[in-house]
């Protein structure tokens, strides 16, 4: 199983980025796909979720009403599309699959893509 992120980089404060996750190697239909970031010295966080069914979404308060999620069941890929930028929102940002047949389904994690929010 492989998560492949890319679309970091570096933004200005007020910008927009979109960060993509391809996934290769599992069913996507069967996994909830989120994005975490973690910024330096700070603990890994939840950016936003959607769900493999109903494809309901969820947000983090602090990107609520900035970023927005989605997916494509067909290309096996989940988008993050993030606007209104501020500084706090740089951080290493990882693609997360979970699977949501069992109660401890298996998970897989991308390896991070480096966005940075700055003038």
């Known amino acids: 199983v492989q998560l492949v992120e890319s679309g970091g980089g570096l933004v200005q404060p007020g910008g927009s980025l979109r960060l993509s996750c391809a996934a290769f190697?599992?069913?996507?239909?069967?996994?909830?796909m989120s994005w975490y970031r973690q910024a330096p010295g700070k603990e890994r966080e939840l950016v936003a979720s959607?769900?493999?069914?109903?494809?309901?979404?969820a947000y983090a308060d602090s990107v609520q009403g900035r970023f927005t999620i989605w997916r494509d069941d067909i290309e096996s890929r989940v988008d993050l599309q993030m606007s209104s930028m501020k500084p706090q929102d740089t951080a290493v940002y990882f693609c997360?699959?979970?699977?949501?047949?069992?109660?401890?389904?298996?998970?897989?994690w991308g390896q991070g893509t480096q966005v940075t929010v700055s003038p």
């Open positions: 997360h699959a979970q699977d949501t047949r069992a109660i401890r389904g298996a998970v897989y």
């Open positions: 190697g599992l069913t996507f239909t069967d996994y909830r």
């Open positions: 959607i769900d493999d069914f109903t494809h309901r979404k």
